[in-house]
């Protein structure tokens, strides 16, 4: 087993600030293009199709990320249980119930939605149904609650079972959520998009890859081979939801396409880095891509409402793109100023 993770004490890996910008963007891309697709009479063009089902890769690269980080927090410092749970409560629970409030309120005031009541509320607050993009941080307190277990992952032969298992474990339960049609019981969590078990290998991946992040980073220098490798996973992509139609991010081929394009851009990550026009930005997405997860449906739900028709021409869409990043960041900047940030946002404070 490899002993260190072959960067210096206390320095944080920038190549998962890259990874996290590319999640970010793909996330951001799939929501406004729904937009694109409301606002144009619940219609796609191949243009703004294209984005929605080419961004569905931004969601299980997070879980990549969660698992990777919390994986690597163990190898570098042990695992505290009562630090554990501190952290997480604070960084990932109480943002989700506070953000779940906000859009429930959104909801009730803003779009004049009736809200479930009794246990169906209950069951719609918990699964993260407060808004449309609430449901990952569900699927990763879920991972929280089995972490404690899979933790004590140390070994090659342990990860590699974990490996196996939790393929299976995913391809068997993408599979349940995409073919059984149960409303009610049992059937319905687990078949339920956020239940954890459809989820779980990209988090055991990203463990992987923190536990032998130097073995794994010197079989991927040939940046060729990459830029080659993120060329034909998208046009695969391309060919797969044009056979299939739309399909959702918990899709069977995102068990091989998300650790093929997470090694790659993590491999890619020197060219990006000698490019300051794109490293200065991504790094900031990077840092900052939780929180632009959190408020960006916020931004779009109010350009919705103010602009015009005529402003949601797809020629736009780029300019677009960069207004929604753009009051994304600035919200969220303004949010970093606040002396309890950690309780809203899962993004560093900003420093005086």
Not at 80 to 108: A, C, E, G, H
Not at 211 to 239: D, F, G
Request: charged residues 10%; positive net charge.
């Amino acid at each position: 087993m490899e002993k260190t993770l072959d960067k210096p004490k206390g320095k944080f890996f920038e190549e998962i600030h890259f990874l996290r910008a590319f999640a970010c963007i793909g996330v951001v891309l799939v929501h406004l293009s729904a937009s694109y697709y409301n606002q144009h009479d619940q219609t796609y063009n191949w243009l703004t199709f294209a984005l929605n089902q080419l961004g569905r890769f931004g969601t299980p690269t997070f879980a990549l990320i969660s698992g990777f980080l919390l994986f690597h927090q163990v190898k570098a410092k042990g695992f505290d249980f009562q630090r554990f749970l501190k952290s997480r409560f604070t960084k990932i629970v109480m943002p989700f119930v506070i953000w779940s409030i906000f859009y429930l309120l959104i909801n009730v005031f803003v779009l004049k939605a009736t809200l479930p009541t009794g246990s169906d509320f209950i069951e719609s607050f918990l699964t993260g149904a407060s808004f449309y993009h609430l449901y990952f941080m569900v699927i990763v307190i879920q991972f929280y609650f089995i972490f404690p277990i899979l933790q004590s992952i140390r070994t090659k032969r342990s990860w590699t079972i974990a490996l196996i298992l939790s393929f299976i474990i995913s391809a068997f339960f993408i599979n349940l959520s995409h073919f059984l049609s149960v409303q009610e019981g049992l059937g319905a969590i687990l078949s339920n998009r956020v239940f954890i078990f459809t989820w779980i290998f990209y988090f055991i991946f990203g463990g992987f890859l923190a536990y032998y992040w130097r073995s794994i980073t010197k079989l991927i220098t040939s940046q060729t081979k990459l830029v080659l490798l993120v060329v034909v996973v998208y046009v695969l992509a391309i060919y797969e939801y044009k056979i299939m139609g739309s399909i959702p991010s918990n899709r069977m081929t995102n068990l091989i396409n998300i650790p093929l394009l997470s090694m790659a851009v993590i491999g890619l990550f020197p060219v990006i880095q000698n490019l300051r026009i794109l490293y200065k930005p991504l790094k900031l997405i990077g840092t900052l891509s939780m929180g632009i997860y959190l408020v960006h449906p916020l931004v779009l739900l109010f350009l919705n409402q103010i602009l015009p028709h005529t402003a949601w021409a797809t020629k736009g869409l780029p300019i677009m793109y960069v207004v929604v990043m753009l009051l994304s960041i600035g919200i969220v900047q303004a949010i970093r100023k606040l002396s309890f940030v950690q309780y809203i946002i899962p993004v560093p404070r900003m420093q005086k």
